[in-house]
């Protein structure tokens, strides 16, 4: 069985979590975090701009973008720990969606957890990203609440229906 354990800043504990409780021991585990290509992009953009394009050992891009991987590989790291058995570490770059479904094509299961309003139940529990990736995932998805998850006295009320003529 080869899973896939999406690694993401707040959340990665829950995932490690349900990755040891819900898969055998035997399974291929890929953790994996994905930084967005977006951070070491802007700042490279605003110094070109700004400041001209005469001293590049002052990019903040290049710097933006190695503070970036070792962040990564310390996450990556811990997440490892937590997890306690043979895994494989990946850190990609780029669009955060697109690189999580991309890195499930031929898994058993994806593991991702909410990462939006986590007070209610309902769809506002998933931000943009997450939204993204269960609506793509070419696999099975596993989607687990961070913390506590909220009571069913939390499920939003149901859509107005008008009435009924006959």
Do not use: Y
Not at 8 to 15: I, Q
Request: charged residues 20%; aromatic residues 4%.
């Amino acid at each position: 069985m080869a899973v896939v354990v999406w690694i993401a800043e707040g959340t990665w504990p829950a995932c490690v979590d349900a990755a040891r409780a819900h898969t055998p021991a035997d399974a291929e585990i890929v953790l994996l975090h994905v930084t967005d290509h977006e951070v070491a992009a802007t700042a490279h953009a605003a110094f070109a701009g700004l400041l001209g394009r005469g001293h590049p050992e002052r990019d903040p891009g290049a710097r933006m973008a190695n503070l970036a991987a070792a962040s990564a590989r310390r996450l990556l790291a811990a997440a490892a720990d937590r997890l306690g058995r043979p895994c494989v570490q990946l850190a990609r770059t780029g669009r955060i969606e697109r690189e999580v479904v991309a890195a499930a094509d031929g898994a058993d299961l994806l593991i991702v957890a909410r990462d939006g309003d986590r007070t209610h139940l309902g769809p506002r529990s998933l931000g943009p990203a997450s939204r993204f990736v269960v609506d793509h995932a070419p696999c099975p998805v596993l989607l687990v609440w961070p913390a506590t998850t909220p009571g069913i006295d939390t499920l939003p009320s149901p859509p107005p229906h008008p009435p009924h003529h006959e």
